[in-house]
C-alpha cells in the first residue's frame, strides 16, 4: 500500500508540475496566434475585402486551441491535486482534441504553404494590374521592401530591390513555418501529458482497489 501511495504521489505532483508547463505553454500558443493574427505587417497585407483569407485560418486554429489548452492546464491541474478519475479523464478526451487540432495546424502551415502563398501573389498581381499605385499595393511595397512583379519589374526601383512575388513568398514563408512548428512541437508535448494522466488514473484505480 505504501508503495502504491508514495509511486501515486510521485506521478500526482509529476502531473501537477507537467500542466502548471502546459498552461505556459497555452499561454505562449495564444500569444503567438495572436501576433500572427494581428501583426500589424500581416494584416496590412490581407485587410482587404477581396484578400485570401486561407492564412488566417491556422492563426484561428492557434488562437483556439491556446485558449483551451490553457483551460485544460488549470482543470488538469485540479484532477491531479484532487486525484479525481472524472477530471482527469476529461482532461484526457480534451487533450486529444487539442492534440488533433494542434497537428491539424502544423500540418495546415506546412502543406498549405504553397497554395497561401499564391493565392496571395494572385490577389497582389490582380490588385497590381487594376493599380500600381493603390494603398493596397502602396503597403505591399513598405512592408516587404519590393516592388512591381517578375514580369511587370518597376521602372525607377533600385537595382537590389526584389518584385514583390517574390517579397510575398520569403514573407509568408516565414510566419506559415512558425504555425508548422509551434502546432507539431506542442502536440509532442501533450503526448507526455496523456500517459502521465493515464497512469495516475490507473494508480488511482489500483489504490482504492486495494483499499
Known amino acids: 500500500m505504501g508503495k502504491v501511495e508514495g509511486g501515486m504521489k510521485c506521478v500526482k505532483y509529476l502531473l501537477f508540475i507537467f500542466n502548471f508547463i502546459f498552461w505556459l505553454m497555452g499561454s505562449f500558443v495564444l500569444a503567438v496566434g495572436l501576433w500572427l493574427r494581428f501583426d500589424p505587417e500581416t494584416v496590412s497585407l490581407l485587410d482587404d475585402k477581396d484578400a485570401p483569407y486561407t492564412f488566417f485560418l491556422g492563426v484561428y486554429i492557434l488562437i483556439g486551441a491556446g485558449s483551451l489548452i490553457m483551460l485544460v492546464g488549470f482543470f488538469g491541474c485540479c484532477g491531479a491535486v484532487r486525484e479525481s478519475q472524472c477530471l482527469l479523464g476529461?482532461?484526457?478526451?480534451?487533450?486529444?482534441?487539442?492534440?488533433?487540432?494542434?497537428?491539424?495546424?502544423?500540418?495546415?502551415?506546412?502543406?498549405?504553404?504553397?497554395?497561401?502563398?499564391?493565392?496571395?501573389?494572385?490577389?497582389?498581381?490582380?490588385?497590381?494590374?487594376?493599380?500600381?499605385?493603390?494603398?493596397?499595393?502602396?503597403?505591399?511595397?513598405?512592408?516587404?521592401?519590393?516592388?512591381?512583379?517578375?514580369?511587370?519589374?518597376?521602372?525607377?526601383?533600385?537595382?537590389?530591390?526584389?518584385?514583390?512575388?517574390?517579397?510575398?513568398?520569403?514573407?509568408?514563408?516565414?510566419?506559415?513555418?512558425?504555425?508548422?512548428?509551434?502546432?507539431?512541437?506542442?502536440?509532442?508535448?501533450?503526448?507526455?501529458?496523456?500517459?502521465?494522466?493515464?497512469?495516475?488514473?490507473?494508480?488511482?484505480?489500483?489504490?482504492?482497489?486495494?483499499?
Not at 482532461?91 to 487539442?98: E, K
Not at 511587370?152 to 517579397?167: I, L, R, V
Not at 495516475?200 to 484505480?205: F, K, Q, S, T, V
Request: glycine share 8%; aromatic share 12%; net charge negative.
Open 90 to 211: 476529461s482532461f484526457f478526451a480534451c487533450l486529444l482534441i487539442i492534440f488533433g487540432a494542434e497537428v491539424a495546424a502544423g500540418v495546415f502551415g506546412f502543406i498549405n504553404k504553397d497554395k497561401i502563398i499564391d493565392d496571395v501573389q494572385s490577389f497582389y498581381k490582380k490588385t497590381y494590374n487594376e493599380n500600381s499605385n493603390s494603398t493596397v499595393i502602396l503597403s505591399y511595397y513598405k512592408v516587404l521592401n519590393c516592388c512591381g512583379t517578375s514580369s511587370s519589374p518597376c521602372d525607377d526601383a533600385e537595382t537590389n530591390t526584389k518584385n514583390c512575388e517574390q517579397g510575398i513568398e520569403d514573407f509568408f514563408n516565414s510566419k506559415l513555418f512558425i504555425i508548422g512548428y509551434v502546432g507539431i512541437g506542442i502536440a509532442g508535448v501533450m503526448i507526455i501529458g496523456m500517459i502521465f494522466s493515464m497512469v495516475l488514473c490507473c494508480a488511482i484505480r489500483n489504490s482504492r482497489e486495494v483499499l
